[in-house]
């Protein structure tokens, strides 16, 4: 069974940083792209980054490039969303995502979403 | 990027009524198009994906329809536990974007 757990949310003054993981489980990770979509307090859904299954492709938001840098450790199953510079419009609950195909170059529709981790943006 | 409108914004219904759902694309994304529906406190679950696939373990109830910039989601019937947000989503270049979403409530 796919289980993908968030954690390292919490609060962070603007400007800060926070490193966001994510631990999956029930599926060969190294073969799926993974993706981050955040959801800021009662508002839509904003797709994040994306992170081909090998790593080699990486792909961001006009919101976030430059300042959200994504990873993966295969060998351990785990993705990463490393958040700098943060903003208050940055609060939102982060889910990590598992693309319904593998092996894929580009964001594929998600099968797999964790429950989230919320990121606060405040002084 | 690519902008996708739903509509309507709210839609009330009552339980084993027909549900009709929009979302309009700012240009063709060909079928790359999901849905997804969250209910409170929950994260979002795959309902259908290159427009008219159903995911696995959607009932038969929840079908889509569409291609280039206009697509549907259908529910049949609607069961108490189809009351939530629905949202589009269109993955034809690498810049993915969602609809704002449609509240589906019970009238």
């Known amino acids: 069974q796919v289980h993908l757990v968030e954690s390292g949310g919490g609060v962070v003054q603007p400007g800060g940083s926070l490193r966001l993981s994510c631990a999956a489980s029930?599926?060969?990770?190294?073969?799926?792209?993974m993706q981050w979509v955040r959801q800021a307090p009662g508002k839509g859904l904003e797709w994040v980054a994306f992170?081909?299954?090998?790593?080699?492709?990486?792909y961001y938001a006009d919101s976030v490039k430059g300042r959200f840098t994504i990873s993966r450790d295969n060998s351990k199953n785990t993705l990463h969303l490393q958040m700098n510079s943060l903003r208050v419009e940055d609060t939102a609950v982060y889910y990590c995502m598992k693309d319904a195909a593998g092996y894929g170059d580009y964001p594929y529709y998600s099968d797999y979403w964790g429950q989230g981790t919320l990121v606060t943006v405040s002084s | 990027e690519i902008v996708l409108t739903q509509s309507p914004a709210t839609l009330s219904l009552s339980p084993g009524e027909r549900a009709t759902l929009s979302c309009r694309a700012s240009q063709s994304v060909s079928n790359y198009l999901a849905w997804y529906q969250q209910r409170p406190g929950q994260a979002p679950r795959l309902l259908i994906y290159d427009a008219s696939n159903r995911a696995t373990g959607i009932p038969a109830r929840f079908s889509g329809s569409g291609s280039g910039t206009d697509f549907t989601l259908t529910i049949s019937s609607l069961e108490p536990e189809d009351f939530a947000v629905y949202y589009c989503q269109q993955r034809s270049n690498w810049r993915i974007t969602f609809g704002q979403g449609t509240r589906l409530e019970m009238k």
């Open positions: 992170i081909r299954y090998d790593e080699n492709n990486k």
């Open positions: 029930g599926f060969m990770f190294s073969n799926y792209g």
